[in-house]
């Protein structure tokens, strides 16, 4: 049985991946650099697109911070080159959010791997 897809999840996979053409391509700005769109949640009337996003090249929140101003300040220029890309009435008003979800998960694993190994520590010294 095929999928139901709601107009949202489909008008938010579409800025999705526009986004991430327009990003790369448009927005000279250094302090962005790398950014991966990880989800894009439209409001139901379309008034806002929250766009969830990491930095590949950022160590440290601070840097973060900086790279998500810039696109939050680059979101006027990027609604517009969307508006010319998307086949819709209304444009949403673009929201950059910066992901922790990576950073957590990244965290999580190292957990579980510490864990493995003093696990397999614990078990060659028994032996």
Do not use: W
Request: aromatic share 6%; net charge neutral.
């Amino acid at each position: 049985m095929p999928k139901d897809f709601s107009r949202t999840i489909r008008v938010a996979d579409q800025i999705q991946r526009n986004l991430a053409q327009l990003i790369q391509l448009e927005v000279a700005d250094p302090r962005v650099g790398l950014v991966n769109i990880n989800d894009v949640e439209v409001s139901r009337d379309y008034a806002v697109a929250r766009v969830f996003v990491t930095f590949v090249n950022c160590e440290t929140e601070q840097e973060s911070n900086k790279a998500l101003a810039a696109l939050n300040n680059a979101a006027g220029f990027l609604r517009v080159r969307l508006a010319k890309s998307l086949n819709s009435r209304t444009t949403p008003r673009l929201l950059f959010v910066f992901d922790k979800s990576s950073i957590e998960g990244a965290k999580i694993d190292r957990l579980i791997d510490n864990a493995l190994q003093a696990d397999r520590d614990h078990h060659l010294a028994r032996d």
